[in-house]
C-alpha cells in the first residue's frame, strides 16, 4: 500500500511539473518575443565596416574636389535639420559655422595646391608600368613589430697566446606606428622594456627606399654585452656591463634596372611589383664603432665599397619574395686600439698613460649586407616581415681581429585609403 501511495505521489508530481513547465512556456515565450522585437537590432561587424569605408569614400572625392575639410558640412546640415534646437540658436550657430567656413576653405584652397604638387610627383612615372605601380589610396598606414640584436666576436693573439671573445647584446623589441601620405612618411616606435627601465640599450634606425637608390643609417649603444672568453684552454664567463660599444653602420645602395627591379615594394610598400625582376647594384658601406673592454679601447672605422644583386620574385597578384646581397670590399681604414699602461707605484688614474697601437689591414675586410621580405596583399591590406643583416669584418687574425653581426627582423601590417 505504501508503494501505490509513493508511486501516485510521484506521477501527480511529474503532471505538476509538466503543467508547471507547459504553462510557463505559454506565458513567458510570447513576453521574450516581444521583448526581443522591441530591442534594437545590433549593428554587425560587416556593416560598420559599410559604414567605416562610405566615410572614407566620402573624405576621398572631398579631398578630390578640394574640400577635404569641408567634407562634413552635408552631415552637420543634416543633423542640425533633425536637431530640436530653437531657431534662434540655429540662426546663431550658423552665423558663427560661416566664419569657420570661411577659414576651412582657405585651409582647403592651400592643401589642394599642396596635394597636386605630391600628386605630380607621386605619379610621375620613371618606370615600366608593366612591372611596377603606385598604390592609388593616398594614405597609408602600418603597424610593425620590430626584433633586432648584434654580437662581438674577437680573436686576439697579444703573447703569442690566442684568446677568443664571443659576446652578444640584449635583443631589442619595439613597437611602431608609420603613417605616410603619398610615399611621405613619419614613424613612431617604442621599446615597452626600455620604458619598463629593464633595458638600457638604445638604437636608432632610419632608412629610405626608391628605386633607383636608397640608404640605411643605424646607430647603436649597448652595455649588455654578455658570453665568454676562451683563453689557454680555459673558458671565462663575461658579464653584462664589463663591455659597451657604441657602433654606427651606414649604407648605400644603387640599383641599375631601377625602371623594373622596386626596393620599395618590398620594404615600404608605397610601390607595387607586378613581375618577378631583379638588378644589379652598385653601393658603399662604413662601419664605425668604439668598444671598451677592461681598460682597452678598440676604434673601428671602415670605408667599403662592392657591387650585388637584388630580386623580387612575383608568383602570384598577392605574393612578393625579396632576396638581395651587396658585399663591398674595405678601401679605407682606420682602426686601432687604445690600453692603459702598467701604473707606477704611488700614480693616480689620471696619471697612467695610454698606448695606443694601429690594427694592420688583413685582406679581405669586408662589410656585408643582406636583405630578405616576404609580402602577402589583399584588397587595400598588405601583411608581412621584412629582415636586414649587416656583417664586418677588419684587423687580422695573427694580431687582434673584430667581427660584428648585426640584424633586424619586422612584421608588419597596413592598409590604404
Known sequence: MNRRKMKTGSMVMLKASFLVVVFSMGVLAPAIAQNGQNRKPRK?????????????????????RGRMLQWGDSLLMAELGKSKMSEK??????????????????????????????AANYYKIKYDTTYISRPHARWTIKLRGN??????????????????????????????????????????????????GK???????????????????VYLSSKTFHGHQEMGGSEIDIHKGEISQKALNLNFYYAFNYRKFSFPAA?????????????????????????????????????????????????????????????????????????????????????IPTVKNSMKYHFPSAIITGRGAAVYSWRNKFAGATAVYNFSVAGDEDHLQVKRNKWRVRMFFGFRF
Open 44 to 64: 554587425k561587424l560587416k556593416e560598420l565596416l559599410m559604414m567605416a569605408d562610405s566615410l572614407r569614400l566620402q573624405l576621398r572625392q572631398s579631398a578630390d
Open 89 to 118: 540658436k540655429k540662426q546663431r550657430f550658423m552665423k558663427h559655422y560661416v566664419k569657420i567656413q570661411r577659414r576651412l576653405s582657405l585651409y582647403d584652397r592651400q592643401l589642394f595646391r599642396g596635394d597636386s604638387l605630391l
Open 147 to 196: 626584433l633586432s640584436g648584434a654580437d662581438l666576436e674577437t680573436t686576439a693573439k697579444p703573447d703569442g697566446t690566442e684568446t677568443h671573445t664571443k659576446v652578444m647584446a640584449d635583443c631589442r623589441g619595439t613597437l611602431s606606428m608609420a603613417v605616410a601620405y603619398r610615399g611621405l612618411g613619419l614613424g613612431l616606435a617604442v621599446n615597452p622594456a626600455k620604458l619598463a
Open 199 to 217: 633595458n638600457q640599450d638604445f638604437e636608432f634606425n632610419l632608412n629610405s627606399y626608391s628605386n633607383r637608390y636608397g640608404f640605411d643609417v
Open 267 to 351: 620594404f615600404s610598400q608605397s610601390y607595387i611589383q607586378k613581375r618577378s625582376a631583379g638588378s644589379w647594384m652598385v653601393g658603399a658601406s662604413f662601419d664605425g664603432s668604439k668598444t671598451k673592454v677592461k681598460g682597452m679601447t678598440i676604434r673601428l672605422n671602415e670605408l667599403a665599397l662592392g657591387a650585388g644583386y637584388g630580386y623580387n620574385l612575383v608568383p602570384s597578384s598577392h605574393l612578393l619574395f625579396h632576396l638581395s646581397a651587396l658585399p663591398t670590399i674595405t678601401v679605407y681604414s682606420h682602426d686601432y686600439t687604445k690600453m692603459r699602461a702598467e701604473a707606477e707605484e704611488g700614480s693616480s688614474d689620471t696619471e
